[in-house]
């Protein structure tokens, strides 16, 4: 009887720990979920386009061709930073109202 009885405890306190372990993950992952829709909601708010995907995707494709551009005036290619440089602003355009 003590034996089963020494089961059952165990199966319930690992069961609670378990519980805690899922609860305070959850709550952590709420936590960043809600923190990270609160930055793209500003982000998208301060620069004035949408919040989807396509915008913040379109919106990291031209500071990527910023930093090109960045990159190829520090290796001293003019032409190319300049071309990269207004792709990006191009491309920036299309997103930033």
Do not use: C, K, P
Request: hydrophobic share 60%; net charge negative.
């Amino acid at each position: 009887m003590h034996v089963e009885g020494f089961f059952e405890w165990l199966g319930q306190a690992l069961g609670a720990l378990i519980r805690f372990v899922v609860d305070g993950l959850s709550g952590l992952f709420n936590g960043l979920t809600h923190a990270g829709g609160n930055f793209i909601d500003g982000l998208a708010r301060t620069l004035g386009m949408d919040t989807s995907l396509i915008s913040i995707l379109i919106l990291v494709i031209g500071l990527m061709l910023l930093y090109s551009a960045i990159r190829a005036f520090m290796r001293a290619s003019v032409v190319l930073g300049v071309i990269w440089l207004l792709l990006g602003l191009w491309v920036l355009s299309l997103v930033v109202h």
